[in-house]
């Protein structure tokens, strides 16, 4: 039936966010459907479900319906979400300005809404209406409120809203069912206008030869009503179609082949386009035909059906579900039906194939969400859930809970190679110690040892993040030597299978191990590779990423580029701050505070230096960063300067060339000196500085103004 005073208002309110909030059954859905229909814009319509309960599901499908709209935008927006980046501080305002690039209006649905409860997924969309184009609107339908601000949008015009007294039918609405007025009457009171009631009552009574008298043998309340017309219409079903509806209700979507493979039979495309024919309460999840799911109530109706009558038969059907979706590579449903199989094998084994892929792509809530619906005790009790839990945990910087996953992994204990490739799971234990320093350099560098003697070989999936791992390790305990052949193998092997997150990491790593020989050209090459990997893989924003940048950033202020390494170095920093590493980003905090101090901005350089001193007396063991924090205080330090005496016009000339990076030998030749008088320059330069290496030499002069 169609709403003309309701879609009359819809089309004439020009109001950025549309809000459509009533109980189940009040026809939330089919008004928007109708003002899709009478509306010439484009609707992207997304019809959400609890397992889109997740920022990155939910905006990857945002950006899919918009894209449906624009190529353009979904190619932009797409590389957003795949860098990474942080949903609410740097995705959702890129994906707002790519918005811009649209050249017509749209309309943006967000159907069931009520099923997304995450914080970030309600900071995102909250962020996202408040700042949407003018020729983007955004339309929200949900059951309850969502809970974003809405004070200001309402105070502004910029919100409308359609409640439940809204969608209530009016009796002169009821009256197309073609009734008596006493019946419409009788009808509306009986159901309190409840578009879900009157819908079923139309369904039940098409074929009743006296429709008044139909609606005056009804009695009770509104829900007594609901209930009793839901059994009437399944109870007109004929019996092979109420067995495919109940079979098929297991589903929160469904398709032709899915429900082949779940009732075991070969005709459902044809039923489903019969069952949506008849308005049995299913709905269209595209607009071609394949994607469906039931009315929530009436798959609630089904699953209860389902449940008392044939109860031994709902694990068969879950299972034959799972098997559909994890042959068709739909890891995520294929999981939730196994367990709700209760074959908490076969989910073990799917999670345990399939996190390291989801992993990557930033899904990390959504494995948690896997591991959630596990018993508690069924992921503590089985080593390979528990890896999977402690890869998660270190990813979302909750160390402590990492750590107690990986006990439990050992204390299960588990024969062979692991699903996710690793060949033991001592192995795997090591290589998720070794990702991660936390605070202590000891442990990571003993567990990056052992990792590399495990999966160091070339037979080993896990070679070059070995070789990686042990570098890092090394480098971090001041190794340097040692660790730049393990890196300089994982550089030239990354790139060939792909591993472009090791691929900038050596990269990084290599390019500070050139700046500790002031090797700066090396640096450089090595740090503009590495930051030209993140970019070519869209991951400019993602924290996992900032070493790249930090270190590039660390390179510019070397060459004495102090504009570009303080923009460099802070953006980098900023990433830092999401990874959850203290070492790190007390090493970042390092590389800019002399750069601040250069800057003239003592005030900020004392500050970052502090926070570093913080982390860094705070760690058990920071590793070389206790020896970099204390030549970075020294060049802070409010000494005089020239205390063995003033440079001279000559020297001053060496300490500049020895800023850009260039060796004893270059700067002899570019001054037509030998080398030894470059040498004596050079002890001259130290012994007045009061410093004793070459990059204390050059902070010290920045820092002094000198350079």
Sequence with gaps: MDRPRLLTFLRSDPAKLVLVVAPPGFGKTTLVAQWREADERPFAWISLDRADNDPMVLWSYIVEAIGRVSSVFRESAESTLRSGADLVGVAVPRILSDLESLDRDIVLVLDDYQWITHLACHE??????????????????????????????????????IRLWDLSFTPEEVLDLRLRRDSVAHLQNRTE?????????????????????????????DRHVGDYLTEVVLQALDDDLRAFLLDTSVLERMCGPLCDAVTERQDSAELLAGIEGRNLFLIPLDDWGEWYRFHHLFADLLRDHLQRETPERVPDLHRRASRWFAMTEHPDEAISHAIAAGDLDAATALVAKHYNRMLWRGRVLTILRWLEAFPPRAVASDARLSVVKAWVMSFLNRGAEARRALADALDAGFEGSLPDGASSLEASAALIRAGFAWDHVGEMLSAASRAFELEGNPESMWQVTAHVQFGFALYLSGRFGEARPLLERAAELAPLDEQWMNSFGSGALLARIALSSEDLPEAERRARQSVRVVEDHGATDNPQTSYAYTTFGAVLARKGDLVDADRVLTGGLQLQRGLGQPLLLAEALLDLAPVRRALGDSPAALALLEEARTLVEGSRDPGMLRDALGRVSRSLAPRQVNQGGRLSAREIEVLRLLARGLQNREIAAALFVTYNTIHSH??????????????????????????
């Design 124 to 161: 995102s969309i909250a962020l996202f209406a408040e700042h949407q184009p003018s020729h983007v609107q955004l339309v929200l339908c949900a059951r309850v409120d969502p809970p974003i601000r809405l004070g200001r949008l309402r105070a502004s015009g910029a919100l409308a809203e």
């Design 193 to 221: 206008g409840w578009p879900a009631g009157l819908f079923l009552a139309y369904l039940s009574m098409r074929d009743a030869l006296d429709r008044d008298g139909f609606i005056h043998r009804f009695g009770g309340s």
């Design 682 to 707: 050079i002890r001259s330069i130290y012994r007045k500085l009061g410093t004793s290496s070459r990059s204390e030499a050059i902070d010290r002069a920045r820092s002094e103004g000198l350079l």
